[in-house]
């Protein structure tokens, strides 16, 4: 094997390479934080069900979780996929 790999010597391309799995990984745990951020402001129930904290709602589930979305600067629909997906695993 030569010494680069096209524009970058082996030894920078091994360092970026860890340095893509880093960033990966840390990705990867800011979107369960999310999800598991998102669980917290509104847990998931049963279709129709009542507010688990037995409060009067002041929001939908919907509205709470497209405001957390905005205000993190991310699509409602991302959000709302994360917190789905933090719904299904165990804690």
Known sequence: ??????????????ELVKLG?????TMSSVQWR???AAMEIEPMRSCGGTNPSGSKELFTVSEAIR????????AYSTVRDYRWVA?????
């Open 67 to 74: 405001m957390f979305a905005e205000d993190v600067g991310l």
């Open 21 to 25: 799995r880093d960033r990966v990984e």
């Open 1 to 14: 094997m030569t010494g680069m790999v096209s524009s970058a010597t082996r030894q920078r391309y091994d």
């Open 87 to 91: 719904s299904r695993r165990p804690k």
């Open 34 to 36: 999310r999800g598991d």
